[in-house]
T-cell receptor, first 116, second 112 residues
Framework: GESVGLHLPTLSVQEGDNSIINCAYS??????FIWYKQESGKGPQFIID?????DKRQGQRVTVLLNKTVKHLSLQIAATQPGDSAVYFC???????????????FGQGTILTVHP | DVKVTQSSRYLVKRTGEKVFLECVQD?????MFWYRQDPGLGLRLIYF???????EKGDIPEGYSVSREKKERFSLILESASTNQTSMYLC???????????FGPGTRLTVT
């Protein structure tokens, strides 16, 4: 029989463009956020993280922005390359109660496709 | 570099079989996690362990159990596999005090 699944958000860009991937998080008590990249057939790989006491953090070609007022997180990738094509996940850690053991809650993911 | 390995990349099992998925990490991490990943649903936590012989249920523990007899090894057990357990299974580890989790390559399990 035919199955119907949820569709991931997608972003399609040209090589060299800047990419912005957005994520809304749910828990105002979350104190840590992380972005992962998952290429086809591989496990998620760490890209960049940010703590709730920061608004912005930069890495190599990537920047994460955190807006706690509207519970929004974004990942900016500068000069996007074909090798950046992957699924990108945001994740949050909610340390409410102090015994979360570092559990992360993941978003559904966004598919980024970079065209040469 | 942290290395997390999983015993199989692909696995095909029959309904009702007992299935063992093994995960090993080489960084002496205290915390280990099992997730399943399904299209459009992201990663969902099945079980995690914060020390040897210690375990906690995640968000979707039904139909699964785990074992952590040694610090480096965390096993996921499907007591009686069912078709709705067909999925990608990902193992991760984390060292204190970092929140970053390191993932293995995943095991794609098909239950027929």
């Amino acid at each position: 029989g035919e199955s119907v699944g949820l569709h991931l958000p997608t972003l399609s860009v040209q090589e060299g463009d800047n990419s912005i991937i957005n994520c809304a998080y749910s828990n105002s008590a979350s104190d840590y956020f992380i972005w992962y990249k998952q290429e086809s057939g591989k496990g998620p790989q760490f890209i960049i993280d940010i703590r709730s006491n920061m608004d912005k953090r930069q890495g190599q070609r990537v920047t994460v922005l955190l807006n706690k007022t509207v519970k929004h997180l974004s990942l900016q990738i500068a000069a996007t390359q074909p090798g950046d094509s992957a699924v990108y996940f945001c994740a949050e850690n909610s340390n409410a109660g102090g015994t979360s053991y570092g559990k992360l809650t993941f978003g559904q993911g966004t598919i980024l496709t970079v065209h040469p | 570099d942290v290395k997390v390995t999983q015993s199989s990349r692909y696995l095909v099992k029959r309904t009702g079989e007992k299935v063992f998925l093994e995960c090993v990490q080489d960084m002496d991490h205290e915390n280990m996690f099992w997730y399943r990943q399904d299209p459009g649903l992201g990663l969902r936590l099945i079980y995690f362990s914060y020390d040897v012989k210690m375990k906690e249920k995640g968000d979707i523990p039904e139909g699964y159990s785990v074992s952590r007899e040694k610090k480096e090894r965390f096993s996921l057990i499907l007591e009686s596999a069912s078709t709705n357990q067909t999925s990608m299974y990902l193992c991760a580890s984390r060292g204190t005090p970092s929140y970053e989790q390191y993932f293995g390559p995943g095991t794609r399990l098909t239950v027929t």
